[in-house]
């Protein structure tokens, strides 16, 4: 009888250390994943960051280039100035994104934002052979952060670009009404993606792309989908992809009217 009491006590005690040191060990997860996320974001930053300074550093080359030509070098400037303003917006964005902040929604001009999204980029798509073929009605408007939704279509068209290079193709970018939502969907004519490849691409630090210097390097960071998606998720919506290799990808957003 004490032998099997003594057990007992025994194996509650292996128990209680057991328990203790589970907690210990979720405690320690719970500090690893904060440090992870902080760690992603900062990524993500810097992803968004250099999208951003490209087109910056093209409208100051040119107002340098230019210096006998005062209305160029001045509307460059002047361009210059602008994105500036739209990059500090849209960090601020970012960083709110990262924080598990929200921010205010309201109705905005989707044209209006996919026409500022190609004067920020300061690149003419056309000279990479690429047609940009844009069927947004004039009076759709969408319910979301303005400047978030503008990231979101940024890397896309970014990634729609590079995927398209250097044969060129056709960007499509249309959206339209559907019952309760609002549906924006981004074709492009570039390499596509393999099928085993589909499933991971929302996944952090997953990329396709490839250093047409190295081929056995990759030269995306793997975040800007992962961005793309979390402010999908914020805004109540739902992104998916369908791609077919050396054809083209197409992706289609929902958002949700208030």
Known sequence: MASTIEKRLSLHKNLAEQRLQNEALESQMTRLQALANIGTATYMV????????????????????????????????RKAIQNCGRASKIMESMLAVANGQTQEKKNTSLIVLVEDIF???????????????????????????????QQVLMNLILNAREAMLPRGGVLTIKAEDIADSLQIELADTGN????????KIFEPFFTTKVDKKSPSQCSGSGLGLVFVKR??????GAISVESTPAKGSTFKITLPKP
């Open 46 to 77: 810097a992803h968004e960051i250099n999208n951003l300074l490209t087109p910056l550093a093209n409208f100051a080359t040119l107002a340098l280039n230019n210096p006998d030509d005062k209305i160029l070098a001045e509307k460059a400037l």
């Open 119 to 149: 004067n920020c980029l300061c690149r003419d798509f056309s000279k990479d052979a690429i047609t940009v073929d844009i069927q947004i009605p004039e009076d759709l408007l969408v319910w979301a952060v303005p400047v978030q939704i």
């Open 192 to 199: 596509g993606i393999e099928p085993t490849d589909l499933e």
């Open 231 to 236: 402010i999908i998720d914020i805004h109540g």
